[in-house]
């Protein structure tokens, strides 16, 4: 069983530039995570998707950032435009569907964004 | 305030020396989950343990062991006889049943073993 791919691995890209990330989840799972650490410091959430629907977007810093998941299949979060702080590594997040109780999330590799 | 504590950054050890990481964590709730996610420097975070609050028994798997303990709301790590292959960074974190299951992390340990 495939696990969790993100792509790219890595992008550069200047300030003021539009970047796309993707994230393609374990098959069959319902929940979808997007999650970021900036260097040095925790990995921290930014959104939950439950199938197409966003089931919480908390963690979302600004409205420069935004995440789709078409189908309830794969999902992008974009960042128009960037800026140095969003530097970080993004990482996605699959689960399978349980009532409200905290399955295992398996993560994907990870996008390591630097914005120069 | 939900919170995960990994006070330590980084540690140190020379192969087949047994070695604890600490987790420390705050929550108001009754029922949470608790995990150990490890991240070689591959980059990617790999699954090791899952732990629900009403479950305190002690897990081995192999040379990893895990100390939940709900009466200090910690939740250690111990790899015994490490390895090279151990080296990487190992990160503790906290989830709820309900509205939204979001992991809480904390700020991960750099463990390096050395040959």
């Known amino acids: 069983e495939a696990g969790v791919t993100q792509f790219p691995s890595h992008s550069v890209i200047e300030k003021g530039q539009t970047v796309t990330l993707r994230c393609d989840p374990i098959s069959g799972h319902d929940n979808l995570y997007w999650y970021r650490r900036v260097m040095g410091k925790e990995i921290k959430f930014l959104l939950h998707?439950?199938?197409?629907?966003?089931?919480?977007e908390s963690g979302m810093p600004n409205n420069r950032f935004l995440a789709e998941r078409t189908g309830g299949t794969y999902s992008t979060l974009k960042v128009q435009p960037a800026e140095l702080e969003d530097s970080g590594v993004y990482f996605c997040?699959?689960?399978?569907?349980?009532?409200?109780?905290?399955?295992?999330?398996?993560f994907g590799p990870g996008t390591r964004l630097t914005v120069l | 305030a939900q919170k995960v504590t990994q006070a330590q950054t980084e540690i140190s050890v020379v192969e087949k020396e047994d070695v604890t990481l600490d987790c420390v964590y705050e929550?108001?709730?009754?029922?949470?989950?608790l995990f150990w996610y490890k991240q070689p420097p591959s980059g990617e975070l790999v699954f090791l343990i899952r732990?629900?609050?009403?479950?305190?028994q002690n897990e081995i798997s192999g040379r990893y062991s895990w100390n939940f303990q709900k009466s200090t709301s910690s939740f250690n790590f111990t790899i015994t006889a490490s390895q090279v292959v151990d080296s990487a960074v190992y990160f503790c974190a906290l989830s709820h049943e309900g509205y939204t299951d979001k992991l809480i992390f904390g700020t991960g340990t750099r463990l390096q073993v050395f040959p």
């Open positions: 998707f439950v199938k197409e629907s966003k089931q919480d």
């Open positions: 732990r629900n609050s009403f479950d305190e």
């Open positions: 929550t108001r709730d009754t029922t949470y989950y």
């Open positions: 997040a699959s689960s399978s569907s349980r009532d409200r109780v905290a399955d295992t999330q398996y």
